[in-house]
């Protein structure tokens, strides 16, 4: 059983930076992304990276969040930078051993999950 383990969040103010890291056990997954909920809303894909290191972003944090990972230290990050009030939610890390060129954000794709680390963003 794969167990991942998110670290990172936190409290910041509207525009400031946060990276968040998880770490996961067992062999490399093919692809990991982060997904967020915030209170009242569905979880949504945030962004995610394929074991080649491509990346896919939502369009909402396109140009403010980066996604990467170390596939040595089984790692994934998140550097989000320029964060908004509405970027506030529960973020987790997830992943899933299916093959694909482009990892993408639907999360019935992704069958491992961390529990999740709280990012709250103040305006």
């Known amino acids: 059983q794969v167990q991942m383990v998110e670290s990172g969040g936190g409290s910041v103010q509207a525009g400031g930076s946060l990276r968040l890291s998880c770490t996961a056990s067992g062999s490399t997954a093919t692809c990991m992304g982060w997904f967020r909920q915030a209170p009242g809303k569905e979880r949504e894909g945030v962004a995610a990276?394929?074991?080649?290191?491509?990346?896919t972003y939502a369009d909402s944090v396109k140009g403010r969040f980066t996604i990467s990972r170390d596939n040595a230290k089984n790692t994934l990050y998140l550097q989000m930078s320029s964060l908004e009030a509405e970027d506030t939610a529960m973020y987790s890390c997830?992943?899933?051993?299916?093959?694909?060129?482009?990892?993408?954000?639907?999360?019935?794709?992704?069958?491992?999950w961390g529990q999740g680390t709280q990012v709250t963003v103040s305006s």
């Open positions: 997830a992943a899933h051993n299916i093959w694909a060129q482009y990892c993408g954000l639907r999360r019935n794709d992704y069958n491992m």
């Open positions: 990276i394929s074991i080649y290191h491509t990346a």
